[in-house]
T-cell receptor, first 116, second 113 residues
């Protein structure tokens, strides 16, 4: 099956710094990637939808200036958490859809962000 | 997308079949039923999806009632590695554009030795 990777898998940073998370589709081209956030013992919540070559669409309540998304190629999307605060500590997960099929989303392994 | 209702948690003995129910009484005719699972601290994993016919793959079987208002995911021989949160999601399928998945709270399946 299609493989999606995320890097880093785990990051610890100081409050006020920025953190970039990469999401890559390894063996397929993804026109659309989704970014989710998951707090402990909660379900995944969609943050934004990222389409290659265009601006991301953010869900209500998600600050686009704080969570910068770039989808510059068909295999790479990045999420940058700017001026991170402890409340941004969470599990960030991306998913991608294959050009040939809109029925399946392939998820990355997730990135655990801890802001001190 | 239609809302789904799942039990919060279930236990299953190792080697036995795990039957996970899902209610989706407001499903519309062109919405598919998807199942994903999430093992602790990992990304979700696709299991299976269907429209109205029962489906089977190497991981599981999906049984959808004739009125499509509910479905059951069956893991025929559960193993300890099947312990995870299982999400039932209803979503438009061949819509011509990618659509996000809306995750509910899912069912925590615990496979007991």
């Amino acid at each position: 099956g299609a493989v999606v990777s995320q890097h880093p898998s785990r990051v610890i940073c100081k409050s006020g710094t920025s953190v970039k998370i990469e999401c890559r589709s390894l063996d397929f081209q993804a026109t659309t990637m989704f970014w989710y956030r998951q707090f402990p013992k909660q379900s995944l919540m969609l943050m934004a939808t990222s389409n290659e070559g265009s601006k991301a669409t953010y869900e209500q309540g998600v600050e686009k200036d704080k969570f910068l998304i770039n989808h510059a190629s068909l295999t790479l999307s990045t999420l940058t958490v700017t001026s991170a605060h402890p409340e941004d500590s969470s599990f960030y997960i991306c998913s991608a859809t294959d050009l040939s099929s809109y029925n399946e989303q392939f998820f990355g392994p997730g990135t655990r962000l801890t802001v001190l | 997308d239609a809302k789904t209702t799942q039990p919060t948690s279930m236990d299953c003995a190792e080697g036995r079949a795990a039957n996970l129910p899902c209610n989706h009484s407001t499903i519309s005719g062109n919405e598919y039923v998807y199942w994903y699972r999430q093992i602790h601290s990992q990304g979700p994993q696709y299991i299976i999806h269907g429209l109205k016919n029962n489906e089977t793959n190497e991981m599981a079987s999906l049984i959808i009632t004739e009125d499509r208002k509910s479905s059951t995911l069956i893991l025929p021989h559960a193993t300890l590695r099947d312990t995870a949160v299982y999400y039932c999601i209803v979503r438009l399928g061949h819509s011509g554009s990618a659509r996000q998945l809306t995750f509910g709270s899912g069912t925590q399946l615990t496979v007991l030795p």
